[in-house]
């Protein structure tokens, strides 16, 4: 190890305010690049439903293609907060073994550190509905898509994933290791599923869970992105119980959107209160 | 002014414990400072708090001028650490770890490609750089995480244990690395540690820290010549406190003789330390005895040593 001089000047510059953002999300991406079960492995389970178990569902049932698309839809209800849920295991190896504590010293808005995993888990989360999408359609399944309803589709997938997040964030921060975050993930990610209206329409339910479903925002989000790619309206219809579906598509999307923005800010709360001792 | 001013500082975990109480303690610009203490003293906490990533619960603050609490992000701007325990991406490479930190504060890329390229080749981490840092020793990652800290050009620069595990080698070759920021920036150093050894040869001022308080600050010669020149230390078989008040009643040992262990070390201020030994025999006090001079090490165990409440 030499011992060369260096000078080193007074001067400092003044931080930028998009700049740390950017170079958050890059770290991140980075990060996630490097750890494939994190791209990989939310992706496995919805793609084997949409080829293998819907199809099957669909002869065992004796249902029309319909239901093919249908399940299709209904399992991006299930790829995004799977892909939600397993990027919050990110914050806690960030925590445990990363940079985390860096990062809490550098001079820059705590929040933007949770604004940077969202942002990656966005792109993400975008490549893998992305590719279900490509997939159904190559099974040949019908999805009639205008430009308002590609426009309802991705508002839905957004906020609902931007919310999902915001829970991950927050459960990150809350347990000590990842094998109790692993522990609850199928109570946050696959049980609200099964109520949702992703295999069946909520109004298959009981009837107290149907009421129950109602409350739930995946429940608006898939009666959106359904009414969005496919034109069916009938899951809004059992939410709201109106006839216009525009009006309801807007409700719900209301719905999903404060969901996203009470999580968001919850985790940011609970990011920042849980950093700092 | 001064590169840290902490008044009247203080920390109460949840729970109750009381980490930090009411410290107070100034480090001129480019002074080097080291903060001496037990584990569980209340240095890490101290740093942490000065870092804004502990919340103080009295007192306040100021790096650079700015109040920790009401400026966090101008006092985090100006200011940088190394963390005791390994904080890095182990996945990313050494060079993006150097990258992220002079994005985050602000450094123009191009002079952090020319800061990095010094840096690396000043740590001898050149050919190291573009491995990812999961790949490096111990003492590797603790050189990455120093020139990590030295990208942003900190106007005071936190060394939280910075030696702490590593090999005699690597440490060694560390301090070399301080004690050259010292000599040649006027960055202000505020370094934690247990090691004396290091203190000693880096600092200019030590405050000693124990149970939360700062029971010394002064520089290392301060603190030695209240020693005296020479000191005795006697090792003892049996009752270590019984021999120390013996030798206080006899008025061989004065009232900053103390004990830790099984020896007692008697500090010389106007015997020679062959009158000391003389006089330890003629009371028939058995057990090896040596005479030296006094070190930090000596300071330390005296005011934070477990026998420091008996003898006093």
């Known amino acids: 190890m030499s011992t060369t001089e260096i000078a080193f000047p007074a001067r400092q510059a003044r931080p930028r305010s998009v700049g740390p953002l950017a170079t958050l999300a890059r770290r991140r991406f980075e990060l996630t690049a490097r750890t494939p079960r994190e791209l990989v492995v939310p992706l496995l389970t919805p793609i084997m439903f949409a080829l293998v178990i819907a199809p099957a569902l669909r002869t065992a049932l004796h249902t029309d293609p319909g239901y093919e698309s249908f399940i299709a839809i209904g399992t991006v209800g299930l790829l995004i907060p799977l892909n939600t849920m397993f990027s919050g295991l990110g914050v806690i190896v960030d925590r445990v073994s990363g940079a985390q504590r860096e990062l809490l010293t550098a001079p820059i808005p705590r929040y933007l550190l949770v604004l940077g995993n969202l942002l990656v888990v966005l792109a993400i989360t975008a490549l893998q509905v992305g590719v279900l999408i490509a997939v159904a359609l190559a099974r040949g399944i019908d999805l009639h898509a205008t430009a308002s309803g590609i426009a309802w589709f991705v508002g839905a997938g957004v906020l609902f994933t931007v919310g999902m997040y915001g829970m991950a964030e927050i459960l990150a921060n809350r347990v000590p290791r990842q094998e109790e975050y692993i522990a609850r993930v199928p109570a946050i990610a696959i049980l609200p599923w099964f109520l949702a209206g992703a295999l069946f329409p909520i109004t298959a339910l009981p009837g107290f869970l149907t009421w129950v479903a109602k409350f739930l925002p995946l429940t608006h989000g898939l009666a959106l992105m359904r009414y969005g790619l496919s034109g069916d309206g009938s899951g809004l219809h059992a939410i709201w119980g109106m006839t216009d579906p525009t009006p309801m598509a807007a409700l719900s999307l209301a719905v999903v959107g404060g969901f996203a923005l009470l999580l968001t800010a919850a985790s940011i709360r609970v990011f920042s209160r849980s950093a700092v001792q | ?312």
């Open chain 2, 1 to 312: 002014m001064n590169a840290v001013e902490v008044t009247k500082l203080g920390k109460i975990y949840p729970g109750g414990v009381e980490a930090v109480k009411s410290i107070d303690f100034e480090v001129a610009v480019g002074e080097v400072f080291g903060l001496l203490g037990p584990n569980g003293a209340g240095k890490s906490t101290t740093v942490g708090m000065l870092t804004t990533t502990i919340e103080p619960t009295s007192g306040s603050a100021r790096l650079g001028g700015f109040d920790v609490a009401t400026e966090p992000l101008a006092a985090r701007r100006v200011s940088s650490v190394v963390f005791q325990e390994p904080v890095v991406d182990r996945s990313l490479s050494g060079r993006r770890n150097l990258e992220i930190h002079g994005r985050l504060w602000a450094v123009d890329p191009r002079e952090a490609d020319a800061r990095i390229a010094e840096l690396t080749g000043m740590l001898g981490l050149g050919e190291l750089v573009d491995r990812p840092v999961g790949s490096y020793s111990g003492g590797e990652r603790r050189r990455l995480e120093i020139a990590r800290a030295l990208v942003s050009q900190p106007r005071v620069l936190f060394l939280d244990e910075p030696t702490v595990g590593l090999d005699p080698r690597i440490r060694t070759e560390l301090l070399e690395v301080i004690a050259s920021l010292r000599d040649r920036t006027e960055m202000t150093v505020m370094l934690t540690t247990h090691y004396l050894d290091e203190a000693e040869r880096l600092c200019d001022r030590v405050g000693i820290i124990h149970a939360g308080r700062i029971v010394a600050l002064a520089t290392p010669t301060a603190l030695l010549a209240q020693f005296g020149r020479q000191l005795v230390e006697l090792r003892v078989d049996g009752d270590v406190n019984g021999v120390l008040l013996s030798l206080r009643e006899h008025g061989v040992a004065g009232r900053d003789a103390f004990a830790v262990g099984s020896r007692v070390t008697v500090p010389l201020h106007e015997t020679s330390s062959s009158k000391a030994i003389a006089a330890i025999h003629e009371l028939g006090l058995t057990g090896a005895i040596s005479a030296r001079e006094p070190t930090l090490d000596d300071v330390y165990l005296r005011l934070t040593g477990d026998s420091l409440a008996a003898a006093a």
